[in-house]
DNA sequence: GATTTTTTGTGAAAAAAAGTACAAAAAATG
DNA sequence: CATTTTTTGTACTTTTTTTCACAAAAAATC
C-alpha cells in the first residue's frame, strides 16, 4: 500500500518527466528530476526504489519507462471510467477539459437534476441523477465526480456508494461520510486559495 | 510557523464548525470535532494549543470562537483582494462562483489575452494581461490564480511576480519556478483525479 | 585494463507527525 | 461542600517521513 503522499509525488513526478520529454531528454538523474519537482535527489531515489523501479547507476533513470511505470500505478492499461454529478459551473469544466480523454480517462456520462443540463451543448450526454445505478452498472464504472451544491453532496454520496462506486472526486465543501472501501479525495477550491492568505 | 499541512487541516476544522453552527451548536467537545473531521480527538486539541486556542475543561471549545481564531489565521479580518489570469472553463467557474465574496474574498479582475472574454457577461471585469501591473498596484492585490493553458502558465507567473504579487494559486499542470518568498499552491485536478485510479 | 568519476540503491540517523497517557481543571452529583 | 465525572492540555512514546552517508555498479578516462 503506497502512501497518498507518495502517490501525490509520483503523479507530480510525472508533470515533470514530460517537460523533460518536451525538452527533447530520454534519460534523467535523480537530481534532475528531484530540482525540478522541488523535493531531493534522495527522494526521488527512494520513492523509486520503494516501487522497484529502477535506474541505471551513472545511467541515470530511462524516462519513457518511468512514465510507464508510473502510470502502471494508475491504471492506465485498464478501462478508466468516470461519472460527473453536477453539471454547473465545475461539472462542466471538467466534461469539456480535453487533457482527460488524451490521458484515457473516459467521462462517461454526466448527471444533473436540472433539465436544462440535458441538452447537446455539452460534450457528453447528462441525464437525470435516477439513471446512476443503470450507467454504473452498464460500464462498470467505479469512480465518480461530485460537483453539487454543499447541501446535496452527502446524499449523492450515498447514492453513488449504493450503486457501486469506489472512489470519489468531492468538490463540495463538506466531509463525506463513506463505507471503509470507498475512498474520498477532496478538491476544496476554498480552502485552497483561502490556504495562500496565511502567507500574504 | 504553520506547517501547511496543520493549515489545510484548519480549514478541515472550519468547514465542520459550519456544520454543527448549521445544526445548531454552539460548543463542541475534541471527540466531536475529530470524528466529524476524520482525525483523532488528540490531534484537534493539540492543533488548537499549538495555537493557543483555548478550550474549556469539561466544556469544551465555543465554536464562534474556533471561527474566529481560524478566520484570523487567514486574515480574514484585512483585505483579500484576488485576480484570475485566464478566463477559461476554471476562471469562469471561479469568477461566478459566490462562496468567495461569501467569506470576504473579493475577485478584483480576470485577465486573458482573447478579447471576446472582455465582454459584460462575466460578473467581473476582464482586461488584457497588459493590465495586471496597474490593477495589482491599484488595489495592493497580493495573490492570483492561473488558469491559463500549460504553456503560457510559466510566462503568465513570472509576469505577476514581477507586478508584486506573493501567492499563487495555479491549475496549470506544470511546476512554477518562483523566488523564495512567493508561495505557490497546486490544484492538479487530472492529478487528484487520476490518484484515485490506484485505489480502483 | 586499471583508475577515476559519477550516480544509483538502501541501511542508519534525524526530523516531523501522530498517538498515548495522565494530571489538572471544572462542571455535575450526592 | 466533598466526591465523582468529564474533558482539556501537554509531556512522553511511537510511527512515519525525510535526510544522510556510503558501498556498489557502470561509464569515462588514462
Ligand atoms: N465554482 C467554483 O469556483 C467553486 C469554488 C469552490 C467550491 N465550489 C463547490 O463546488 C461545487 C460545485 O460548484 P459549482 O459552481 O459547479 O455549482 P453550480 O451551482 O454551478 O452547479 C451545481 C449543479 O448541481 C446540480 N444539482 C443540484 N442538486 C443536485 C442533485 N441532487 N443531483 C444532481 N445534480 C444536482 C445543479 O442543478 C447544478 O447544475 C459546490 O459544492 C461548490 O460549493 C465551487
Ligand atoms: N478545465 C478542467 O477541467 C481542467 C482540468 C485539469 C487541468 N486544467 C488546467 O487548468 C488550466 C485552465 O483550464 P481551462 O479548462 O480553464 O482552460 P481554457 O482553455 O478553457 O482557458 C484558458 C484561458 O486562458 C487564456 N489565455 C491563454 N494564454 C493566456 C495568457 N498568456 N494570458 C492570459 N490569458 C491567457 C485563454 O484565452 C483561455 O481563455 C489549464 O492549464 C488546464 O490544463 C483544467
Redesign the interface.
Known amino acids: 500500500m503506497?502512501s497518498?503522499k507518495i502517490?501525490?509525488r509520483f503523479?507530480?513526478y510525472r508533470?515533470?518527466l514530460h517537460?523533460f520529454q518536451r525538452l527533447g531528454f530520454t534519460k534523467v538523474f535523480s537530481y534532475n528530476l528531484g530540482e525540478?519537482?522541488?523535493v531531493t535527489a534522495e527522494q526521488v531515489r527512494k520513492d523509486f526504489s520503494l516501487l522497484g523501479i529502477k535506474g541505471s547507476k551513472r545511467g541515470g533513470y530511462d524516462i519513457e519507462y518511468l512514465l510507464l511505470e508510473i502510470n502502471n500505478?494508475?491504471?492506465?492499461n485498464g478501462e478508466?471510467y468516470?461519472i460527473i454529478v453536477g453539471m454547473g459551473?465545475?461539472g462542466?469544466?471538467?466534461a469539456?477539459?480535453q487533457?482527460?480523454r488524451e490521458?484515457k480517462?473516459i467521462t462517461v456520462a454526466g448527471f444533473d437534476l436540472d433539465p436544462s443540463k440535458y441538452t447537446r451543448k455539452n460534450i457528453i450526454p447528462v441525464h437525470h441523477p435516477d439513471k446512476i445505478d443503470e450507467i454504473v452498472r452498464e460500464y462498470g464504472v467505479?469512480?465518480a465526480?461530485i460537483a453539487v451544491p454543499e447541501a446535496a453532496g452527502q446524499e449523492v454520496c450515498d447514492r453513488l456508494v449504493a450503486s457501486g462506486i469506489?472512489?470519489?472526486?468531492n468538490f463540495s465543501?463538506?466531509?463525506l461520510h463513506v463505507p471503509e472501501h470507498v475512498?474520498v479525495?477532496y478538491?476544496?477550491?476554498?480552502?485552497?486559495?483561502?490556504?495562500?492568505?496565511?502567507?500574504?
Open positions: 503506497i497518498h502517490l501525490k503523479l507530480l508533470i515533470c517537460k525540478e519537482a522541488g500505478i494508475f491504471k492506465q478508466r468516470v459551473n465545475i462542466q469544466a471538467l469539456n477539459y487533457g482527460f490521458n480517462i467505479k469512480t465526480i469506489r472512489a470519489v472526486l465543501p463538506i466531509i475512498t479525495n478538491v476544496n477550491l476554498r480552502n485552497e486559495l483561502e490556504s495562500l492568505f496565511y502567507y500574504t
